[in-house]
């Protein structure tokens, strides 16, 4: 079992629709979870943190995270087509700030 | 600096040469990190620092791969010898330790012939 694991996608939604991304992770003390976000070509970028149960919401964007089911999830509320990317989870397992990547889900929005 | 800066961004070179790759981070931040990342595949975790001190090297590939990092400044990732497969992204990333929220930098593309 892989320690984060993504759905490759891609996952391909309408302009203005939610785009839901989902994550689980083996490690079950696991303290520190992020979001990142990766065009084509470049390197990857911040999206959110978050650290404990509930969701975490900043503008179109909501974190989720279930310690107990081991699951953080990314919502995208009115997606636009310069959100596709690809979308990397990474889990600090055991609280350590060493990040394990996700191999990612490719988001694709057409107009 | 105002964030992660690598280089060189770009390297090609010659199966068996030897290679440098260097990485400044945020001003700040304790803690440093090396990912490889090949075509269209995910971030694989080389080596950490946090100081100048690597408490996990778990993830360098072979001895042919080091890693050093004077204070909380300048890193360099070594690699000799090189084969075809280190062909990739070598992406540097800096934190500070509370938050473990990572900054990467451009990368440097390595292209080994």
């Known amino acids: 079992q892989k320690e984060v694991e993504q759905n490759s996608g891609p996952l391909s939604v309408p302009e203005g629709a939610i785009a839901s991304l989902n994550c689980t992770y083996s490690?079950?003390?696991?303290?520190?979870f992020f979001w990142y976000r990766q065009y084509s070509g470049k390197s990857p970028e911040l999206i959110m943190s978050i650290y404990s149960n509930g969701d975490k919401e900043d503008g179109r964007f909501t974190a989720q995270l279930n310690k107990a089911s081991q699951y953080v999830s990314l919502l995208i509320r009115d997606s636009q087509p310069s959100d596709s990317a690809t979308y990397l989870c990474?889990?600090?397992?055991?609280?350590?700030?060493?990040?394990?990547f996700g191999a990612g889900t490719r988001l694709a929005v057409h107009p | 600096g105002a964030g992660v800066s690598q280089s060189p961004s770009n390297k090609v070179t010659e199966k068996g040469k030897d290679v440098e790759l260097r990485c400044d981070p945020i001003s700040g931040h304790t803690a440093l990190y090396w990912y490889r990342q090949r075509l269209g595949q995910g971030l694989e975790f080389l080596i950490y620092?946090?100081?100048?001190?690597?408490?996990?090297k778990s993830g360098l590939p072979s001895d042919r791969f080091s890693a050093e990092r004077t204070g909380e400044s300048v890193s360099t990732l070594t690699i000799q010898r090189t084969q075809q497969e280190d062909s990739a992204v070598y992406l540097c990333?800096?934190?500070?330790?509370?938050?473990?929220?990572?900054?990467f930098g451009e990368g440097s593309r390595l292209t080994v012939l």
């Open positions: 620092f946090q100081g100048n001190s690597a408490p996990d």
């Open positions: 990333a800096s934190s500070d330790y509370l938050t473990g929220e990572l900054f």
């Open positions: 990474a889990v600090a397992p055991g609280g350590y700030n060493k990040l394990i």
């Open positions: 490690d079950r003390v696991s303290q520190s």
